[in-house]
């Protein structure tokens, strides 16, 4: 499977930005998925995570309340919804499959398929 994350961009604070997970090769409708993301000089941390089909969702504290995520098994595509941008949410943000056996919530060694990555830049 290869995963294809898009919609990044250059916004102030304050705004908001959707960003797509395509999926091609396979489908990833059973599949758990996540976004993470890598600031400059600083490890990547997670962000959310969906599960196959959409009915549960788990969130990094810091995030819950202004990121949202969701998929449309039938566009293959699983979205991050982020509003209220701030400018500590700059980074390039990732989307990656976990495998099949993970459990929900899942834990970061659970993914283990990334795609390319989107810049997100926020300014003050």
């Known amino acids: 499977v290869q995963l294809q994350a898009s919609g990044g961009g250059l916004v102030q604070a304050g705004d908001s930005l959707r960003l797509s997970c395509s999926a091609s090769?396979?489908?990833?409708?059973?599949?758990?998925i996540g976004w993470f993301r890598q600031a400059p000089g600083k490890e990547r941390e997670f962000v959310a995570a969906?599960?196959?089909?959409?009915?549960?969702?788990h969130y990094t504290d810091s995030m819950k309340g202004r990121f949202t995520i969701s998929r449309d098994n039938a566009k293959n595509t699983v979205y991050l919804q982020m509003n209220s941008l701030k400018p500590e949410d700059t980074a390039v943000y990732y989307c990656?499959?976990?495998?099949?056996?993970?459990?929900?919530?899942?834990?970061?060694?659970?993914?283990?398929?990334w795609g390319q990555g989107t810049l997100v830049t926020v300014s003050s």
């Open positions: 090769g396979r489908t990833v409708s059973r599949s758990i």
């Open positions: 990656s499959k976990a495998h099949s056996d993970s459990a929900f919530p899942p834990i970061e060694p659970d993914f283990l398929f």
């Open positions: 969906v599960s196959g089909s959409g009915d549960r969702v």
